[in-house]
């Protein structure tokens, strides 16, 4: 009696699951050295791991020059990966690696209290929407998740003028996206980056 052939067996690696949450929040995809950035790691290991989730339809290799890489839309277990990408690893890890690849922010940066970001006044209202179920996501599954203070981006430039303790807040947390406020740039602003 012949068997059923078996079905494709996949092992995705940390790195293939940072990419597809950094995906999750790229409707119009990223290139592979913006995908290497948003998740701090080796351009080299974020290809092994897109090769990968091409090979099994996870993520499309779009026909641009220089090539861009979105998750497949109608990949059947697309919902669960991303699901699973966004509260598998650490919390911190998580929001790092939705406001670096959001095109929703602007500005993002973190210190002892968790994170600091501006969104832009002409963000799509889709990339919006997928910030707020990504963040809602990792803070409902982590009770440990940091906060994340949002702001718009002509508020945040005010708010840095007038409230001396978000301008003190802003100069001591390290830049993870962007560029501070100028009002946040103090003598050490701007020049510290982080890997989460």
């Known amino acids: 009696m012949a068997h059923p052939p078996a079905g494709r067996r996949l092992t995705l690696s940390p790195i293939g699951f940072d990419i597809v949450l950094a995906l999750s929040q790229a409707s119009d995809g990223l290139r592979l050295a913006d995908i290497a950035h948003v998740i701090s790691s080796p351009i ?3 290809q092994t791991a897109l090769r990968i989730l091409v090979a099994n339809d996870i993520v499309q290799r779009l026909a641009k020059d220089p090539p861009r ?11 669960e990966l991303v699901s699973l990408a966004t509260v598998l690893p650490d919390a911190p890890h998580a ?3 939705v406001l670096r690849a959001n095109p929703a922010v602007a500005y993002a940066a973190v210190d002892a209290d968790g994170f600091l970001a501006s969104e832009r006044a002409d963000a ?6 997928l910030l ?5 996501m990792i803070s409902s599954a982590r009770s440990d998740a940091p906060d ?4 718009p981006e002509d508020e945040f430039e005010r708010h840095i003028r007038v409230a001396v303790g978000l301008r003190a807040r802003a100069r001591r947390a390290v830049t993870i996206k962007g560029q501070p406020p100028p009002a946040a740039r103090g003598p050490q602003a701007g020049g510290q980056r982080a890997v989460i």
Do not use: E, K, N, W
């Open 69 to 79: 890489y979105r998750l497949a839309p109608a990949h059947p277990a697309r919902a």
């Open 132 to 136: 707020d179920r990504q963040l809602g």
């Open 44 to 46: 080299s290991s974020a």
């Open 95 to 97: 929001i790092g690696i």
């Open 124 to 129: 799509p209202l889709d990339a919006i929407d």
């Open 148 to 151: 994340v203070f949002r702001i």
